[in-house]
């Protein structure tokens, strides 16, 4: 059985994590260096308390790491991501397939 959450991400690394992988598969971002990751270099803007991630709602109070470059260069040290903070980041092949756990909890979808 694999190990939950075998490079020990911390909570903010795990939902930053999270972020960038839903932002990665969100429509228009572009496979970087032919295939090994994607490159996000678009970001959300909250408004008030939270922010829209195409379908999903996230709080702000759950994206603080996206902001935080001590959280990214964690990321990028442990091989989930290469950063050019605070202007794009490509998510790593490792990055999109590690199994944060969060998605449920932090990306929220509206039942209607």
Do not use: C
């Not at 050019?84 to 509206?110: K, M, N, Q, W």
């Amino acid at each position: 059985m694999a190990k939950k959450n075998p490079l020990a991400l911390n909570a903010l690394q795990l939902k930053t994590l999270t972020l960038l992988q839903h932002l990665a598969s969100l429509a228009g971002e572009t496979p970087s260096d032919g295939g090994a990751g994607v490159e996000i270099s678009q970001f959300p803007h909250p408004h008030g308390d939270h922010f829209h991630l195409g379908h999903a709602t996230v709080l702000t109070r759950d994206a603080t790491g996206l902001a935080n470059e001590a959280v990214w260069v964690a990321l990028e040290r442990k091989g989930l991501l290469r950063s050019s903070f605070p202007y794009s980041a490509v998510v790593t092949p490792l990055g999109l397939d590690y199994d944060t756990g969060l998605r449920d909890e932090i990306l929220h979808h509206a039942d209607h």
